[in-house]
T-cell receptor, first 112, second 112 residues
Framework: DQQVKQNSPSLSVQEGRISILNCDYT??????FLWYKKYPAEGPTFLIS?????DKNEDGRFTVFLNKSAKHLSLHIVPSQPGDSAVYFC???????????FGKGMKLTVNP | GAGVSQSPRYKVAKRGQDVALRCDPI?????LFWYQQALGQGPEFLTY????????KSGLPSDRFFAERPEGSVSTLKIQRTQQEDSAVYLC??????????FGPGTRLTVT
């Protein structure tokens, strides 16, 4: 029973354009959400997070949007760069527990 | 280095052997986590320590899996009588406060 779902396994975009990565969750108790980026043979690297009391958080080229009523979050990367090519994981946690629940990941390819 | 380190990076074990995987967290990080990542999947939570106390071991798949962090720093994940289904990447992460977890590069375990 996947509590965090990334339904698209891959996305390909042109350099300079926007990349939009989507994530849905089923557990309404989740109150903290994170995005991680992973290169081959490396561990996941933290990108950006958002608390459930907010609906948007921005850090440079990365913006995360949270729609609690739809149980949906998205990561926007603008402008996309070839170095952004990696697997991106959405993760969530709920109050009282520090463990993260991850989605299956989505492979982003940014073409020069 | 300042990051989370794990050893060995690669381990091949014959079915039935015992293995021990080591994690050195970031200095000063109170919380330490172990995750298992199967091919094509996101990381799945195994267990979590706060200092030397194991607060959550709900993700350990069987009693063949055992983790310890006796002095609140280095942690060891031990798998007894390895089975083929134990083949995966084992990721360790640490954090200072609730929020972003910093991951090591992982140990890829192959059981033959």
């Amino acid at each position: 029973d996947q509590q965090v779902k990334q339904n698209s396994p891959s996305l390909s975009v042109q350099e300079g354009r926007i990349s939009i990565l989507n994530c849905d969750y089923t557990n309404s108790m989740f109150d903290y959400f994170l995005w991680y980026k992973k290169y081959p043979a490396e561990g996941p690297t933290f990108l950006i997070s958002i608390s459930s009391i907010k609906d948007k958080n921005e850090d440079g080229r990365f913006t995360v949007f949270l729609n609690k009523s739809a149980k949906h979050l998205s990561l926007h990367i603008v402008p996309s760069q070839p170095g952004d090519s990696a697997v991106y994981f959405c993760a969530a946690s709920q109050g009282g527990s520090e463990k993260l629940v991850f989605g299956k990941g989505m492979k982003l390819t940014v073409n020069p | 280095g300042a990051g989370v380190s794990q050893s060995p990076r690669y381990k091949v074990a014959k079915r039935g052997q015992d293995v021990a995987l080591r994690c050195d967290p970031i200095s000063g990080h109170v919380s330490l986590f172990w995750y298992q990542q199967a091919l094509g999947q996101g990381p799945e939570f195994l267990t979590y320590f706060q200092n030397e106390a194991q607060l959550d071991k709900s993700g350990l798949p069987s009693d063949r899996f055992f983790a310890e962090r006796p002095e609140g720093s280095v942690s060891t994940l031990k798998i007894q009588r390895t089975q083929q289904e134990d083949s995966a990447v084992y990721l360790c992460a640490s954090s200072r406060v609730r929020g972003e977890q910093y991951f090591g590069p992982g140990t890829r375990l192959t059981v033959t």
